[in-house]
């Protein structure tokens, strides 16, 4: 998957940033974790798209606004469900690597640490373990549907 791809390709700038004192490689190590997660959830929304063909023009017209701003309650807020807790957690957690990825690729006046990388790439890699274990849950498929721009 290309998700896993860049995934790994976040870890190696973060690396080559560290290692180099390259601030460069350290901002793409963030961006590049955050578009590891953008392409987990599309991959996930558009593998099931029973037309194959279409699937790359399908994956396209997600809308990163539109991911990002899909609401989801949990049924019972004061006692969410372990499902409804790790979407959340989710939904949070592509908020805050969007944030850090226009940060990272806007702010020019950024003095990008180490630190900021490695929370960023941990923050991908838990929301890859979260996500892969509530994709298949109806209340996940529901909340792709949101981030596509489906109302519920």
Not at 108 to 128: K, R
Request: with cysteine; proline share 3%; aromatic share 10%.
């Amino acid at each position: 998957m290309l998700a896993d791809d860049l995934l790994e390709d976040a870890r190696h700038l973060a690396a080559r940033g560290d290692t180099e004192k390259r601030k460069s490689c350290m901002r793409r190590a963030v961006s590049t974790a955050y578009y590891a997660i953008f392409h987990l959830i599309v991959e996930d929304f558009v593998e099931h798209w029973e037309f194959e063909d279409q699937r790359a023009r399908l994956a396209r017209m997600f809308d990163h606004k539109k991911m990002r701003d899909a609401a989801f309650t949990p049924k019972d807020e004061k006692k969410p469900t372990p499902v409804e807790t790790a979407l959340m957690d989710v939904k949070t957690a592509f908020r805050q690597l969007q944030a850090d990825r226009h940060r990272a690729d806007y702010d020019l006046a950024w003095n990008i640490v180490p630190t900021d990388v490695e929370d960023a790439i941990t923050l991908a890699e838990d929301t890859f373990r979260k996500w892969r274990s509530i994709r298949d849950d109806d209340i996940a498929r529901h909340h792709l549907l949101s981030m596509f721009g489906a109302n519920r």
